[in-house]
């Protein structure tokens, strides 16, 4: 059974630039959650999908939006970058849309220049 | 919101030695999840351990939900253990959850 599937693995971006990133949950689960790491603020939660819903917004601001498919598939996209987005970005796949047990992807590591 | 707290912040192994990693949390929680970090940032499954103790192989996890703590205990120490150490809990508010993390244990397993 795949995994949680992130593309790019990888990024680099100029400030003032936009991005997606991608997440494949596994085969199944519905809710499809997005998690920002940086080494000054920890994990911080970004949003999560259920059901092409979004359920749960952490506090970001709207330069972040994301969407999730009829598929379960989701994306995140970030406007405007700024140096301070940098940071690794994590997506966790969920069975239902009561986090029960989340499974993470491999992150996408994103680094604005 | 709900607080998680991990402690110790840093740990020091000699390979072989045994070792225990705690998580406090403020409030009641459903269930409770450990992952460790690997070096390219994957967050990979440990227990998923709502309540009582969970073990495997050198790995074992005790969560006493009611005094609002769980203990993750690594025997054997090998240098494939180092890393980060997260606990994570649901945060419900009405039909939305999301997982609260602690700030991590950076586990450091020295041949």
């Known amino acids: 059974k795949a995994g949680v599937t992130q593309t790019p693995r990888y990024l680099i971006k100029t400030r003032g630039q936009q991005v997606t990133l991608s997440c494949s949950p596994i085969?199944?689960?519905?809710?499809v959650s997005w998690y920002q790491q940086t080494p000054g603020q920890g994990l911080q939660f970004l949003f999560e999908?259920?059901?092409?819903?979004?359920?749960n917004k952490g506090n970001f601001p709207g330069r972040f939006s994301g969407r999730q498919f009829s598929n379960s598939r989701s994306e995140m996209n970030v406007s405007t970058l700024e140096l301070g987005d940098s940071a690794l970005y994590l997506c966790?796949?969920?069975?239902?849309?009561?986090?029960?047990?989340?499974?993470f992807g491999q992150g996408t590591r994103l680094t604005v220049v | 919101g709900i607080q998680v707290e991990q402690s110790p912040p840093d740990l020091i192994l000699q390979e072989g030695a045994n070792s225990t990693l705690r998580c406090n949390f403020s409030?009641?929680?459903?269930?409770l999840q450990w992952f460790h970090q690997n070096p390219w940032g994957q967050l990979i499954n440990l227990f998923y351990?709502?309540?009582g103790t969970k073990q495997n192989g050198r790995l074992s996890a005790t969560t006493v939900a009611t005094e609002r703590y769980s203990l993750l205990y690594i025997s054997s120490s090998q240098t494939t253990d180092s890393g980060v150490y997260f606990c994570?809990?649901?945060?419900?508010?009405?039909?939305?959850?999301?997982?609260?993390f602690g700030k991590g244990i950076t586990l450091s397993v020295r041949p």
């Open positions: 966790a796949s969920s069975r239902t849309d009561r986090v029960t047990e989340a499974f």
């Open positions: 085969s199944g689960h519905r809710s």
């Open positions: 999908y259920f059901s092409e819903t979004q359920r």
């Open positions: 409030d009641s929680v459903n269930n």
């Open positions: 351990i709502p309540s």
């Open positions: 994570a809990v649901p945060h419900y508010t009405g039909a939305n959850s999301k997982l609260t």
